[in-house]
């Protein structure tokens, strides 16, 4: 069972387009973290949200976190192929000391 | 070193060998874990090290898979008799105590792709 299920699994589109990315649970999670992985790498971490109905941006990088606190969603305005890689929301279950990963989402950005 | 160093980037093996993957972390980092990876796909969690002890280990898939950690940093990550679908890609990846919402976060190695031919 996938605690975090992330939505598209893939994505491709032309430079300059916005795109939105989901991550979603039917559990709470104290804190979500959204990471990025590029090809030969391992991921590196953009964000953490921690309030409810938190917004955080980190330039053309929108994060969201649920007013539940069980999704998350990703919003990058004018994509560039700088963007393009493996894209992970990650969270601790109440109680765990290890982060359990998404399911990820792949994402190209066309020149 | 500045960064999580993984050893070897790449590892071709024959099925039925053993195979030793090592992850150097973070100088101070005391928390360690190691991840695996199939396809581009999301994370696998495998074992997790608060020193030397491993508090977690429930995501090991089989009792062929073995970790230790020595010393509080260097961790071997062991899988014997190696099988196809042990081929993946292995994360480590460490912290400097284990996850708390004001962390950081982890900081990854760069892997080890495990081909088992």
């Known amino acids: 069972t996938q605690l975090l299920e992330q939505s598209p699994q893939f994505l491709s589109i032309q430079e300059g387009e916005n795109l939105t990315v989901y991550c979603n649970s039917s559990?709470?999670?104290?804190?979500l973290q959204w990471y990025r992985q590029e090809p030969g790498e391992g991921p590196v971490l953009l964000v953490t949200?921690?309030?409810?109905?938190e917004v955080k941006k980190l330039k053309r990088l929108t994060f969201q976190f649920g007013d539940a606190r069980k999704d998350s969603s990703l919003h990058i305005t004018a994509a560039q192929p700088g963007d393009t890689g493996l894209y992970l929301c990650?969270?601790?279950?109440?109680?765990?000391?290890?982060?359990?990963f998404g399911t990820g989402t792949k994402l190209q950005v066309i020149p | 070193g500045a960064g999580v160093s993984q050893s070897p980037s790449n590892k071709v093996t024959e099925k039925g060998k053993d195979v030793e993957l090592r992850c150097d972390p973070i100088?101070?980092?005391?928390?360690l874990y190691w991840y695996r990876q199939s396809l581009g796909q999301g994370l696998e969690f495998l074992i997790y090290?608060?020193?030397?002890?491993?508090?977690?280990k429930s995501g090991l898939p089989s009792d062929r898979f073995s970790a230790e950690r020595t010393g509080g940093s260097v961790s071997t990550l062991t899988i014997q008799r190696t099988q196809q679908e042990d081929s993946a890609v292995y994360l480590c990846?460490?912290?400097?105590?284990?996850?708390?919402?004001?962390?950081?976060?982890?900081?990854f190695g760069s892997g080890t792709r495990l081909t088992v031919v």
């Open positions: 990846a460490s912290s400097f105590v284990p996850y708390r919402q004001t962390n950081p976060g982890y900081t």
């Open positions: 559990s709470v999670f104290s804190s």
């Open positions: 949200v921690v309030t409810g109905g």
């Open positions: 990650a969270g601790p279950l109440r109680g765990y000391q290890k982060v359990t």
């Open positions: 100088s101070g980092h005391t928390a």
């Open positions: 090290f608060q020193g030397n002890s491993a508090p977690d």
